[in-house]
Structure formats: structure tokens, C-alpha cells
């Protein structure tokens, strides 16, 4: 029986690595949109990982569009590619769910809660909480949505540190 939960759990990681891997090298949302309503320059000194995040919001507060510029590592890129793809439509509620959910899960630092999110974005999601096996890796993976909070509450700047 463990034999087949190793496997499986060596399954996911090839399929969390194959994902990473996919957004890093073909970034979805990798623009400046026309018509930005909010947008905040993240960066994270220990790697010089630069993005900036770009957020066009409707009058009720929606996130209609959502999508980044700046150079990093993979897991940074891929973190930042796959934020830009879950936030649309999503207001500032969603936003802030999916930010605890990705923070927790990333460092391992409290109750990590489900509720409000698709399984799609909780798997999405988990393909990056890997990296809290690395704490090195942890800002690379959490700068983009750290810059996003920074957008949303219209602040110019956000950092890792």
C-alpha cells in the first residue's frame, strides 16, 4: 500500500514540477493592459526577483484583468502567470482567499483554509506550496501575490522582506 502512496505522491510532484515548469516558460498574462486601474512594483533583494502587477478593476471593485512585467526566477514567473489567471473576475474577497490560502500553504503557518475556492485553484495552488519544503524559495513564490495585496490597496510598492 505505501508503495502505490509513493508513487502517487511522485506523480504529483512530476505533475506540480510539469506546471511550474509550463508557466515559467510560457508566462499567461505576461503584459501591460491598456487600461490599469491599480499596479504595484514587487520586488525580493535575496534573488532580485523585479515584477511589476498590473490590475483593471470594474466600478464595483472586480478584478476584470489582471497581468504582470518584470524578470525572476521560474517559480516566480509561474507564481505570478498562474495569480494572473485565477484573479480575474474575482473580487477583493475572492483576492484576499486565494492570497491566505497561497501564503499558508506556502509557509506552513496556520490553518489552511478551502472555503470560497475551486479545486482547480486549490490544486493550481498546491503546485507552488512545495516550496515550503525550500524557505529560500518561499519569497519567489509568494512575491507576486504580495505585490498584488500592495496593488489592491493601492500601494506602489511591495517586497519580501
Known amino acids: 500500500m505505501m508503495d502505490g502512496i509513493a508513487a502517487l505522491d511522485a506523480d504529483l510532484r512530476d505533475l506540480y514540477q510539469d506546471l511550474i515548469l509550463d508557466h515559467g516558460k510560457h508566462p499567461r498574462n505576461f503584459r501591460k493592459p491598456g487600461d490599469v486601474s491599480r499596479e504595484a512594483l514587487g520586488h525580493n533583494p535575496l534573488c532580485g ?34 495569480m494572473t489567471e485565477m484573479l480575474k473576475g474575482k473580487t477583493r474577497a475572492q483576492a484576499d482567499t486565494l492570497f491566505k490560502f497561497m501564503h499558508m500553504a506556502c509557509t506552513g ?35 507576486a501575490w504580495h505585490t498584488m495585496q500592495a496593488a489592491l490597496s493601492a500601494l506602489p510598492k511591495a517586497s519580501t522582506e
Not at 489552511?112 to 519544503?133: N, P, Y
Open 49 to 82: 526577483d523585479r515584477l511589476i502587477v498590473y490590475l483593471t478593476l470594474d466600478a464595483d471593485g472586480t478584478i476584470v484583468d489582471a497581468a504582470f512585467q518584470g524578470s525572476g526566477c521560474a517559480i516566480s514567473t509561474a507564481s505570478a502567470s498562474m
Open 109 to 143: 503557518a496556520g490553518e489552511i483554509k478551502t472555503a470560497g475556492l475551486t479545486q482547480d485553484e486549490i490544486d493550481r495552488l498546491h503546485a507552488l506550496a512545495g516550496v515550503r519544503h525550500y524557505p529560500m524559495r518561499v519569497k519567489c513564490a509568494t512575491l
